[in-house]
């Protein structure tokens, strides 16, 4: 469980803190529950992006054979 939480606080640095802003505690929290909400279902996590396609991203047609 450690791991998780290490690789989640890495992320949410990286891709929150990094490129925003923070005013005060209740921004903090705010943010920090959008970046939940986003982290669960909308961002693609690798194994959805290796087998299918990414979220909310439309499937691409396949390349005609030549």
Request: charged share 25%; net charge positive.
């Amino acid at each position: 469980m450690n791991a998780v939480m290490e690789r989640w606080v890495q992320l949410c640095r990286r891709e929150l803190f990094d490129r925003c802003l923070l005013w005060n505690e209740h921004h903090l929290r705010r943010a920090l529950r959008e970046y939940g909400r986003f982290y669960n279902q909308h961002r693609a996590h690798p194994d959805q992006a290796l087998y299918q396609a990414a979220a909310l991203r439309a499937v691409q047609d396949p390349m005609p054979a030549p």
